[in-house]
């Protein structure tokens, strides 16, 4: 329903919500981790679920796989990262948005799944990304 997947984040099958199309809230992240909130509460913060509205008018959503990665999934994102770094025909220096991008997406699968090992690496791990994020957005105001 969603479409082809087009992220190296792995998602859920897409699930009818409601009819018609409703907006979500956003939940901002705690600085404080709470113990109560379950891995899936965590990664859907962490990773908002994907929306899409058919033409229809039905909702579906895609809510981040909560199920841990085994040895060969992770092999398989690294042999993927490559195929689509040479499909898309990222640049090996320099600024370049499409390598920018799948390593973005690559490094979301990374803190999916770390987060369901372990939820304190996991949102260290996004504090690393958004410090990474914001200075990445420096460094190209300063270029």
């Excluded at 705690?30 to 509205?53: A, V």
């Excluded at 690496?121 to 958004?130: K, S």
């Amino acid at each position: 329903m969603l479409g082809e997947q087009n992220s190296l984040v792995k998602y859920s099958t897409p699930v009818l919500v409601s009819g018609t199309s409703k907006t979500h809230p956003n939940k901002k992240l705690k600085k404080e981790e709470d113990d109560t909130h379950h891995t899936e509460d965590i990664l859907g913060e962490i990773l908002p679920p994907k929306e899409r509205t058919a033409n229809n008018g039905q909702l579906w959503v895609q809510t981040v796989l909560s199920t841990p990665a085994t040895k060969i999934e992770v092999m398989q994102l690294h042999d993927e990262l490559d195929k689509r770094l040479i499909h898309r025909q990222a640049r090996e220096i320099g600024l370049c948005p499409v390598r920018e991008e799948l390593f973005d997406q690559c490094f979301d699968e990374i803190i999916r799944q770390i987060t369901i090992d372990c939820r304190q690496r996991g949102l260290l791990l996004v504090r690393v990304r958004d410090e990474y994020c914001s200075q990445i957005k420096a460094y190209k105001s300063l270029y």
